[in-house]
């Protein structure tokens, strides 16, 4: 792999055949929930949605949620999803009691460019202990696009 010193553009019409492929790869980390801690796990349903965002589809090779989280007890699941706002679907998920950095299958078969897409925590089983919480780490959707 080389580094780029300089870059002058001699032709802006550069055919795709001449490019190898995936020439252009980029991989950009959607920051869908950080530090949400003390969520009540003692019950199902949607605890916390992430902030909403749209994806380009052109050129994207990939999406997959990747996610660390926690339970205080050990009979509930939690959720992680990408969740289509706009079609009111999950799109996929990773999910279990407690996961580290959890990788989703990929998901990019199921974005819809300009769908209002988030990333949420649900509780899918809830513990029977009362006050029983889940804490999400981080969760971000990874998207890698690749050109040629």
Same mark, same amino acid.
């Given at each position: 792999m080389g580094v780029v010193r300089g870059f002058q553009l001699l032709d802006d019409n550069v055919?795709?055949?001449k490019l190898r492929p995936n020439a252009i790869t980029l991989i950009v980390p959607v920051l869908g929930i950080?530090?949400?801690s003390g969520l009540a796990a003692d019950s199902t349903g949607v605890k916390y949605e992430g902030p909403r965002f749209k994806v380009k589809t052109a050129g994207l090779k990939s999406a997959k949620i990747r996610a660390t989280w926690t339970a205080s007890h050990s009979d509930?699941?939690?959720a992680i999803e990408?969740? /289509? %706002?706009?079609a009111g679907s999950v799109v996929g998920s990773v999910s279990g009691n407690t996961g580290t /950095? %959890?990788?989703?299958d990929?998901?990019?078969d199921g974005i819809t460019e300009g769908n209002l897409l988030e990333l949420?925590?649900?509780v899918t089983t809830a513990s029977a202990t009362s006050g029983a919480t889940t804490d999400v780490k981080y969760a971000v959707l990874e998207l890698e696009y690749g050109w040629s």
């Open positions: 055919p795709a055949e950080l530090e949400q509930s699941e939690t990408l969740y /289509d %706002v706009t /950095d %959890v990788e989703s990929d998901l990019k949420r925590v649900n």
